[in-house]
């Protein structure tokens, strides 16, 4: 079992729809990670949140909105995708601190989103 | 800039046989390095770390990776493989001060029964 939770495990949706994946961890950890993961690809980062603000975007399009309500919490809303949006979306956490580097990141099993 | 080469795209091994996966990185700095493995459907699992001090390190499932600085690798290993290790393995580096994680491309491992 992993400890980092996402939530759905599958999701389909049309491109105009708008959706929400969410991600838990319970570790105390305080930096949370947002990838984006193709088929027997390596997982692309989206977004970093270090101690719930927003560090890191990747250059992703504004029909990706991450949110961190709390240091338990990320979530990443989706609005207007397009079908090359289709991947495993991958929730992860780490210690928070720039420190921590040499601490490895826990990822989360993932959310299958298709879209239509 | 941080950078992680792995130059075979699947690695085929007989069951019983030892298998290695080959890792090499690129980095201004000390680097921290990671393995991980994907199963089908399944997030990454952290298999092994390595931050300083002894170069061969040990990890989860029988799991272990040399540190050789000369070369700038970190070849996995596993002394008898399983057809269980079959799967996707991703070698990753980080460095001091930096919150991204470098990905190599992967490796499909495959074990023959």
């Known amino acids: 079992d992993t400890e980092v939770t996402q939530t759905p495990k599958h999701l389909v949706m049309g491109m105009t729809n708008k959706k929400s994946l969410k991600c838990e961890q319970h570790m105390g950890h305080r930096a949370m990670y947002w990838y984006k993961q193709k088929a027997k690809k390596p997982p692309e980062l989206m977004f970093v949140?270090?101690?719930?603000?927003?560090?890191i975007n990747e250059s992703v399009p504004s029909r990706f909105s991450p949110e961190c309500p709390n240091s338990s919490l990320l979530n990443l809303h989706l609005h207007a995708l397009q079908p090359e949006d289709s991947a495993l979306y991958l929730c992860?956490?780490?210690?928070?601190?720039?420190?921590?580097?040499?601490?490895?990141?826990?990822f989360g099993d993932g959310t299958r989103l298709s879209i239509l | 800039a941080q950078s992680v080469a792995q130059p075979e795209d699947q690695v085929n091994v007989a069951e019983g046989n030892p298998l290695t996966v080959k890792c090499t990185y690129s980095v201004s700095g000390n680097p921290y390095l990671f393995w991980y493995v994907q199963y089908p459907n399944r997030g990454l699992q952290f298999l092994l770390k390595y931050i300083t001090g002894d170069n061969l390190v040990k990890g989860s499932y029988g799991f272990e990776a040399e540190f050789n600085k000369s070369q700038t690798s970190f070849h996995l290993k596993k002394p008898s493989a399983l057809v269980s290790d079959s799967a996707l393995y991703f070698c990753?580096?980080?460095?001091?001060?930096?919150?991204?994680?470098?990905f190599g491309k992967g490796n499909q491992v495959v074990v023959i029964p």
């Open positions: 949140y270090s101690y719930e603000k927003l560090s």
């Open positions: 992860a956490s780490s210690q928070g601190s720039l420190r921590a580097a040499n601490q490895p990141q826990h």
């Open positions: 990753a580096v980080r460095v001091f001060g930096n919150n991204r994680l470098a």
